[in-house]
């Protein structure tokens, strides 16, 4: 073994993580399920199922469905054994990485939730009632440049609804983002809405209406890059100077929401496609209002965005884009229609919206205004302290009837100093520790102490369940009650 350990190379490297993935620790792990079982809560509340896809799809099902910026961040998978036998020779010479690929290359790391779902859809068509409505927590890999808030790996929380073509479907994820993010305790977001339809519109209107992706791509950067950034890269991708003029008082739209729609009825007076967006987004406002919801309109929760572009391809009316303003972060969550994705497989005419919710960014707003509650950290929720095998008799069967009730509850593995055992709990978090000596087992009556005070109270063992129960969250109920006021 030794000898091994001399000559393999690797033995002596130190380990380190791959460029955007993390690792979770436990209370970590605590905090994510905290997330993924509030938002699993709401979603179920409004009617969808869960389903899962592969980690990885056909490169095939992938690619064309980003446009030209997305295709560039998927994961290749090169093919198993020795991928370069078939390559052309003359591809190998060449040394074109992108022309290689379709050679070398036959899965990739799905980019996002919604494109694997169309392809499902498809596939299991026969065997789903529509208008069929799913949820999907699963990770998706992206090849970005990390930084914070941005990461190679992360986990989408996606929500869709395909075989609809009601505009009550947008306005319902409204109501989701805000239940949802509600749930979590963010009191102050923005829920930002645009059409692709009015985009389309602008620039039908400018007279570059072939330039719509370029335009859009654009425009989607324009919190990132600035005005003077997008006019460089409008004018890099085929506008003139006129064309920026057009656009700027445009990009630059001011107002409520009634004002910048009837700004834009105006300005799109000549588009029809244009008007439709418009139409459109005043529909979802007003199935708001019959919800009872006007004050998410009233105090600009959610905000008619012209420069809000979405720079996915397969998008074709209104899109949204979620930002919290407690904390300095990104969007923390999007989406829109998509009416022709399921096309792109062989399935005509099955329109769908869906949103997304952002996982890692979530978390790390709620870790920054720390509103992940103290029962999100440990899911221990009390430590059995080990004073020999002699308690045992009166241990063991506590602990068991502990976890019959549904409490988490554990016994320190062997016995050790208070102090060791203590440490152990503490570094858990654990709120409470039993303490089962020689006294408690002649009495009945067990000593229970409060981690937080420090303070120690004795307890039977059917009080001790039943304040247990009272005073923490049972196993697999960790949701928090909701409330929210309009």
Not at 9 to 33: V, W
Not at 116 to 143: N, S, T
């Amino acid at each position: 073994m030794s000898r091994f350990y001399y000559l393999c190379p690797m033995a002596n490297i130190k380990p380190s993580l791959a460029k955007g993935t993390r690792d979770f620790s436990p209370q970590e792990m605590e905090k994510r399920n905290y997330i993924f079982n509030t938002l699993r809560t709401v979603f179920k509340k409004f009617g969808y199922n869960e389903i899962q896809t592969p980690s990885f799809e056909n490169l095939s099902t992938l690619t064309g469905k980003y446009g030209e910026e997305g295709d560039k961040l998927i994961f290749k998978i090169l093919n198993s054994g020795d991928y370069l036998v078939k390559a052309p020779e003359e591809l190998l010479d060449e040394k074109s990485s992108n022309k290689l690929i379709p050679h070398i290359s036959e899965k990739a790391l799905r980019y996002d939730l919604t494109v694997p779902f169309a392809r499902y859809v498809v596939m299991h068509q026969h065997e789903i009632a529509l208008p069929f409505k799913r949820f999907q927590i699963q990770p998706v890999w992206r090849a970005d440049r990390p930084q914070r808030g941005r990461y190679r790996e992360f986990y989408q929380c996606d929500v869709d609804v395909v075989g609809s073509s009601s505009l009550l479907n947008e306005a319902e994820f409204v109501l989701v983002y805000r239940e949802a993010l509600a749930a979590l305790g963010l009191k102050d977001f923005t829920i930002k809405i645009n059409n692709r339809k009015i985009l389309s519109g602008i620039a039908e209107v400018i007279g570059k209406p072939e330039l719509i992706v370029d335009m859009t791509v654009a425009i989607d950067k324009l919190d990132k890059i600035g005005l003077d950034g997008v006019n460089r890269e409008l004018l890099v991708r085929g506008f003139t100077e006129a064309d920026l003029d057009l656009l700027k008082p445009i990009i630059l739209l001011d107002g409520t929401n009634d004002e910048k729609l009837m700004s834009l009825k105006e300005v799109l007076s000549a588009s029809s496609i244009g008007l439709e967006g418009v139409t459109e987004i005043e529909e979802v406002f007003r199935y708001l209002k019959d919800f009872g919801a006007e004050r998410l309109l009233d105090n600009n929760t959610i905000e008619v965005d012209i420069t809000l572009a979405r720079g996915l391809n397969y998008y074709t009316g209104c899109i949204f884009e979620v930002k919290t303003n407690e904390a300095s972060m990104g969007s923390i969550g999007g989406g829109g229609r998509y009416d022709d994705l399921t096309g792109m497989f062989g399935l005509k005419g099955l329109t769908g919206v869906g949103i997304s919710f952002g996982a890692d960014r979530i978390y790390d707003v709620l870790d920054e205004l720390e509103l992940f509650p103290a029962s999100s950290v440990s899911s221990t929720q009390v430590l059995i302290a080990n004073f020999g095998e002699e308690t045992h008799a009166h241990t063991l069967p506590l602990l068991f009837n502990l976890r019959e009730a549904g409490v988490a509850a554990e016994l320190y593995p062997a016995p050790a100093k208070l102090k060791k055992q203590m440490g152990y709990a503490d570094g858990k978090q654990i709120p409470y520790v039993l303490l089962v000596g020689e006294e408690e087992m002649a009495s009945g009556s067990y000593s229970l102490r409060d981690m937080s005070s420090g303070e120690q109270q004795k307890i039977s063992g059917e009080e001790l369940i039943a304040f247990l129960t009272k005073n923490t969250i049972s196993c697999g109920n960790i949701v928090r009650n909701i409330v929210i006021n309009d």
